[in-house]
């Protein structure tokens, strides 16, 4: 498949700069465009990148300019440049199969309309499906839960008895909903599991990461707000409630009965404590360990976490340690050598008050 570099600008309606008839032959990111590829450059700092490219052209912003190389103008670069990958390598339509003979589903489940229900998975009693929801191989959903209408879930994802899960939602390969609370009580000598008698609800739009877990609430649910986005490998704790529109990413882990608002940010390795709030549209950096409550529209980053301003100072100062320690021990050694100077001339001065009170003694 090939396109003219016009062809491409009335695709996404951009402007060309350079020669339009330049024949494209595929779409890659700088480091792996091939002669003929067209790339993208998204910021200006990224067009020394270009002197190693291989690319034909670029998808590049209103006013890019670059000696040489042919471009797209554009308002918005990622939404145009993912346009002309998906006209290089169109998504594979999949068709649909319908009720597989080897799905095991409970007589009870009900499904609605346009359900696709892939090879050997599993659907328990009193089970729920909306509309052109679509449940791939090796799925597991338990009895009495609820699937949205349009929601997918892929291969072997396991959702335990009394899920909800809303419309619309993706649920990734690997992902367990509504496992049991890590919750014990102490008795005897031994940890007793807690009451598991809570359930998850997912809101509409949600999207669970692949081989992320959200435990079930104690009495009730542990609940995901409409909209929030969890990347792969996450961790939701029993009775949090997680706010709209949120953004889990990798490896966050959220300990039991935490609570956050709406537009909260949580970036890799994030670490929050139990029984805490984050504040809407709260920012939390990489590997950030919450201990308290954080309030609305705060940028928090560290171990433990604090405003992103003090821990910069704090950052700042700690880069200063090995030169204010080398001042520190030549400032030591310079008090030291005044010190032994004081002594001497302490000395000088008690020897010559000696030798004055020797000498009248004489007289």
Do not use: W
Not at 35 to 57: C, F, N, W
């Amino acid at each position: 498949m090939q396109a003219t570099l016009a062809d491409l600008a009335a695709l996404v309606g951009g402007q060309t700069v350079g020669d339009d008839r330049l024949t494209i032959t595929g779409a890659a990111v700088l480091r792996d465009a091939e002669p003929g590829q067209i790339s993208l450059v998204d910021h200006a700092e990224k067009t020394r990148l270009l002197e190693g490219s291989s690319a034909a052209a670029v998808v590049a912003p209103r006013g890019f300019v670059s000696k040489g190389l042919s471009a797209i103008q554009v308002d918005d670069v990622h939404q145009a440049f993912a346009a002309i990958v998906r006209f290089f390598q169109p998504r594979r339509r999949m068709s649909r199969v319908g009720i597989s003979d080897q799905a095991s589903i409970d007589p009870t489940a009900r499904l609605g309309e346009n359900v696709d229900v892939h090879p050997f998975a599993t659907i328990g009693a009193d089970v729920t499906i909306g509309d052109g929801a679509t449940i791939h191989s090796g799925v597991r959903i338990m009895a009495s839960s609820q699937i949205g209408e349009g929601t997918t879930i892929f291969p072997n994802a396991v959702l335990y008895e009394n899920t909800i899960v809303g419309p619309r939602c993706l649920i990734h390969a690997g992902a367990v909903l509504g496992a049991y609370g890590f919750g014990y009580g102490f008795v005897e000598g031994r940890h007793v599991l807690s009451a598991q008698l809570g359930n998850v609800v997912l809101g509409a739009d949600v999207e669970v990461g692949a081989c992320s877990t959200i435990d079930r609430g104690t009495y009730g649910p542990t609940s995901i707000g409409e909209g929030t986005k969890i990347d792969d490998l996450v961790m939701v704790a029993h009775n949090c409630r997680v706010g709209r529109h949120n953004m889990l990413c990798s490896q966050v882990g959220i300990a039991g009965s935490t609570t956050t608002g709406d537009y909260v940010v949580m970036a890799g390795q994030v670490g929050v404590r139990d029984h805490v709030h984050i504040g809407s549209r709260a920012v939390l950096g990489a590997m950030a360990g919450v201990t308290n409550d954080v309030p609305d529209g705060a940028r928090m980053i560290g171990i433990p976490a604090t405003p992103e301003r003090d821990q910069k100072i704090k950052q700042a100062a700690f880069s200063k340690l090995p030169e204010m320690r080398r001042q520190l021990k030549q400032l030591q050694r310079a008090f030291e050598a005044m010190q032994a100077q004081a002594e001497a001339g302490n000395k000088l001065a008690i020897q010559s008050d000696e030798d004055d009170d020797g000498q009248r003694a004489v007289a």
